[in-house]
């Protein structure tokens, strides 16, 4: 995914949630407010993503990980689970 | 398993003329009709004459807002009844909401209580729209527009009191996916009532001719979907949008099994489990998703169904 498409996905994320903070590409980096959102290496699997805020640099393992901890670092709510009947 | 549809609509659309037209039509026989009223009296179980072949029992109280599992309840134990043979083998449960009932819980409850689901199976939602007041009450009340949102079929009732373009507009624009009739009367063959919502071409590709339109978000795909994307993006979704989404339907190519698609049938955070069709109703094989909800950003679905399967299948292209 490049940094554009990832800033789409996460500015989209960000309304979907109803937080607010500003999205934007920096370099290689996507910005969501004081939060960088890397794409890691390919020698860094299983991680994919870091998450980076001041004093703190988590890692992600997939997409999925990584809106969950963006979603918590911008107090976005509660997630719910999936349940299949 | 014993079909169920639910049939609602905002007060006054004309549910019970309808119904008690239905229950005098033979099509509509071997009914079990469960009525929820809002209010201390059930006054429409009264105002219904049922043939012998149907029975009617009622639930007062708004259905939407009692514990869910007061449906399950009175589903299962008409169905206790039946085995019992202390009712009729009815071959079909209608419900009738409440006009003021959001169906959303009501549709959860057929579709998360274990015993019911075991023996009943959701087989289509029916809203009536009133052509005089259906625009007023759409405007008004956010129940009347869930219920046309939700719906499989929706019913204009009176639609020679009124011109109704205008009406059909704003339907159109709530729910595309909806197959919309005419009803006067209380007139609706048994067999276009009854019958399973569509999940195939039709349905979809009147949906897509509305895609546009905001309470409602299509994805379209040409490439089969790993299995595995599949089951993270409806992951995602439930995680992410949860209320948001009042419903998704959809066939589905997966690439490990594209010879027949996958119908895909949610509410919320609550899916089915996929079903599989036998084969594909068309020659079009494309995967076709409808979400229908309140919120949510056009492009997300697509945007996260398209970072997941991107990393499904580097992750599966990997040595080992």
Redesign the interface.
Known sequence: ?TPP??R??LA??V???SAEARVWVDGEAVRVGEIRVTAAAPED?PI?WWLERPGQKRPCT???GL??SL?NALGGGE??????? | MIPVVVLTGFLGAGKTTLLKRLLRDPGYADSAVIINEYGEVPLDHDLLASSEETFVSTSTGCLCCVVRSDLAATLMDLHRRRRLGEVPAYKRVLIETSGLADPAPILHAL??E?PV?ETHRLEAVATLVDALHGAAALERHPEAQRQVRLADRILLTKPDLADTTALRATLATLNPGAELRDVLHGAVPADWLLAAAPRTDEWLDATARHSANLGSVIIEREAPIPAMALT?W?????????T?LLRLKGLVCIAEAPEAPAVLHGI??????PAWLEAWPSADHRSRIVLIGQ???P??PL??L???E??VRAASA?PG
């Open positions: 995914m498409e990832l789409a996905l989209d994320s309304a979907l949630w699997l994919r997939s997409v999925l809106l969950r979603r997630a719910q689970k999936l349940r299949v009947v | 579709m998360t274990q689901l993270l409806l992951q995602g979704l439930a995680e992410h949008l949860g948001k919320g955070h609550v899916m089915h489990a919120g949510i950003p492009y997300w945007r996260l398209d970072a997941i991107e990393e990997l």
